[in-house]
């Protein structure tokens, strides 16, 4: 199945809201790296946390515990939980903006 193209564009672009995983409703898009594309819905259920598709995989992280609900390669997991790691008060940021229905904020990919 794959991503979107749109979920691939390089992560200089400005970030915009794509179709979601199967058709969904369209998603904020807060990252992108290394084929990884890291996603907020609106006003999504506690506890706070993102999303996360590498090809066909998908992931849920918990912002606070780090907690993983979902699958992913060890590759990809491993650069996901470092990004989260790296960027984690963004994270919590865009979490309050996503509940109010604000612009979520870019949040720099790994080098």
Request: zero cysteines; glycine letters at 8%; proline letters at 9%.
């Amino acid at each position: 199945m794959g991503l979107p193209a749109s979920w691939t564009d390089t992560p200089s672009e400005p970030l915009k809201n794509v179709q979601g995983p199967e058709g969904g409703h369209a998603v904020p898009v807060i990252s992108r790296f290394y084929g990884i594309v890291v996603y907020m819905n609106y006003r999504d259920h506690e506890p706070p946390h993102f999303h996360a598709r590498y090809q066909d995989q998908e992931v849920m992280v918990e912002i606070g515990s780090g907690l993983i609900t979902g699958s992913f390669s060890k590759r990809a997991l491993r650069l996901l939980v470092e990004w989260m790691e790296l960027h984690g008060e963004t994270l919590d940021r865009n979490w309050v903006r996503a509940r109010n229905h604000q612009p979520l904020e870019f949040v720099e990919p790994l080098p």
